[in-house]
């Protein structure tokens, strides 16, 4: 069984930084994509970012700039900095890792840990 726990969430104010964390627990071999969603009520879970086991990222046009997403592959840990933080990123924070290899392919989510950007 694989298993995401996140850290990092809090509240900070209007151009703070959080840095948030979540590592994959179990027998995993192997995993392709590690990232990050996000969600607010009465939304869709959307896209922040998403980094590739050879490097490539992806961005959401809104955090472009402002966050940056990074692996640890041996510790199979991603990590999301996050700078000059708005009230609009205010959201529960979610970490995904998509062709997670274990004794078959599978796909996992965290819990989510929330971010709150106060004004």
């Known amino acids: 069984q694989v298993q995401l726990v996140e850290s990092g969430g809090g509240l900070v104010q209007v151009g703070g930084s959080l840095r948030l964390s979540c590592a994959a627990s179990?027998?995993?071999?192997?995993?392709?994509?590690m990232g990050w969603h996000r969600q607010v009520p009465g939304k869709q879970r959307e896209l922040v970012a998403t980094m590739s086991r050879g490097g490539s990222t992806i961005y959401a046009d809104s955090v472009k700039g402002r966050f940056t997403i990074s692996r640890d592959i041996a510790k199979n840990t991603v990590y999301l900095q996050m700078n000059s933080l708005k009230p609009e990123d205010t959201a529960v924070y979610y970490c995904?890792?998509?062709?997670?290899?274990?004794?078959?392919?599978?796909?996992?989510w965290g819990q989510g840990t929330q971010v709150t950007v106060s004004s």
């Open positions: 995904n890792a998509m062709g997670v290899l274990t004794t078959r392919w599978g796909d996992y």
């Open positions: 179990g027998s995993i071999l192997n995993i392709n994509n």
